[in-house]
C-alpha cells in the first residue's frame, strides 16, 4: 500500500457496518495510530487480521509528541499509518486534527476511508431538520458551562446535535428545559445495537422517559431549530387567547391550540403558558 495515511472509519456499535476498503486498508497498514491498543487490537482480532504491526497510541495527552513520529515513519521509512479511534469516525470528538494538519505541512498522501459516525446516524433517525445543522460536540460538564452552551444555540435556526454520556443526560435535558422551554429534541442511543432507539419529544417528556426506564449506553442529544419569532401585535393577542384557554384547558391542550391555531413558535407558547400559570 502507497506510504501515507490512511484515516479508516469503524463500527460504532455492529461489526458488520465495517467496509471492505477499511478491512483491507487495515491488513495493509504498517502502522495503526489509534487511542487505545487494547481495543483496536481487539479489532483487528475480530476481523482476522494478523497483529503484527506496529501500533502508535494518539491521545490528547500525547498527540504533538506522538505526530511527529508518526510523521517519522512515513516520511523517513515509507509506511502506510492507518488512523482509527475506539469506534466510529477518526476526528470527530476523537483525536487527530493535528496530526492531518502536520501531515498537511509535509505534503504527506492523506486519505479518507468513510464510514460510521454516530452523529449523521443520530440525525438520520431523529426526523429533525437535517438541511442545516450544528455539530457541537461534547457538552460541558459543569452546570454554568452546560447552561451557557444551550444559551449560545437558543436562537440557532439549525438543528444542533451533541454527544452526550447516560451519567449526564438527564442532568443535561434539565439544563435543557431550562433554557429552552419545549423546544422538540431527540435522543438516539445505542445506534446499531440491539437496543438501538430514537426518542423525540420536549426536555419534560424526555427526562419523564430516562427517569421511567433508565438511562444506558452511548447516546447523541439533538435540538429542534429556534423557529421564526412573532410580532409583539400577534403576541399581545395570543397570550389573551391562551389566558382564556388556560382557564378551561390543560396547559398542554391550550398551547397545543393556539400553536395550530396561529401557526405560532411551540416553545415561545408554552413559555408564555408557563408564565401565565405563575401569575395566579
Ligand atoms: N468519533 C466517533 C464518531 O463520531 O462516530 C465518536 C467518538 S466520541 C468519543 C463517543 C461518543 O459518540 C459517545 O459518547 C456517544 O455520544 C457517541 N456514540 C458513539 N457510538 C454511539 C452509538 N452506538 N450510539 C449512540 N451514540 C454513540
Do not use: W
Not at 478491512?23 to 487494547?38: G, Q, S, Y
Not at 502506510?80 to 483525536?95: E, Q, Y
Not at 451557557?148 to 454520556?165: H, M, S
Not at 447523541?220 to 384557554?245: D, F, G, H, W, Y
Amino acid at each position: 500500500m502507497k506510504s501515507g495515511l490512511y484515516i479508516v472509519a469503524t463500527p460504532i456499535g455492529n461489526m458488520g457496518d465495517i467496509s471492505p476498503r477499511a478491512v483491507e486498508t487495515l491488513h495493509n497498514a504498517d502502522v495503526i495510530a489509534c487511542e487505545d491498543t487494547r481495543i483496536s487490537k481487539k479489532l483487528l482480532s475480530l476481523l482476522g487480521i494478523s497483529l503484527n504491526k506496529t501500533f502508535i497510541t494518539l491521545h490528547d495527552h500525547n498527540e504533538d509528541r506522538h505526530l511527529k513520529k508518526i510523521i517519522s515513519v512515513i516520511k523517513d521509512e515509507n509506511k502506510s499509518v492507518a488512523l482509527i479511534s475506539d469506534a466510529g469516525s477518526p476526528l470527530i470528538s476523537d483525536p487527530g486534527y493535528k496530526l492531518i494538519r502536520a501531515c498537511r505541512d509535509e505534503n504527506i498522501f492523506i486519505t479518507t476511508i468513510p464510514g460510521c459516525c454516530a452523529l449523521i446516524c443520530a440525525l438520520q433517525l431523529s426526523g429533525l431538520p437535517t438541511n442545516r445543522f450544528l455539530f457541537a460536540g461534547f457538552l460541558p460538564v459543569k452546570d454554568k458551562a452546560r447552561q451557557d452552551a444551550f444559551l449560545e444555540i437558543k436562537n440557532l435556526k439549525a438543528t444542533v446535535v451533541f454527544y452526550e454520556t447516560a451519567g449526564r443526560i438527564v442532568k443535561t435535558l434539565e439544563t435543557a428545559q431550562e433554557v429552552l422551554g419545549g423546544r422538540e429534541m431527540a435522543v438516539a442511543r445505542e445506534i446499531s445495537k440491539i437496543y438501538e432507539e430514537c426518542i423525540t419529544g420536549t426536555a419534560e417528556e424526555l427526562i419523564r422517559h430516562f427517569s421511567e426506564r433508565g438511562a444506558k449506553g452511548e447516546m447523541v442529544l439533538m435540538i429542534a431549530p429556534a423557529e421564526e419569532e412573532t410580532t409583539e401585535i400577534s403576541r399581545a393577542e395570543m397570550q389573551n387567547q391562551l389566558r382564556q384557554k388556560l382557564q378551561t384547558a390543560s396547559l398542554k391542550s391550550a398551547v397545543k391550540e393556539i400553536v395550530e391555531e396561529y401557526g405560532a413558535n411551540k416553545n415561545e407558547i408554552y413559555e408564555m403558558a408557563l408564565g401565565i400559570k405563575n401569575e395566579k
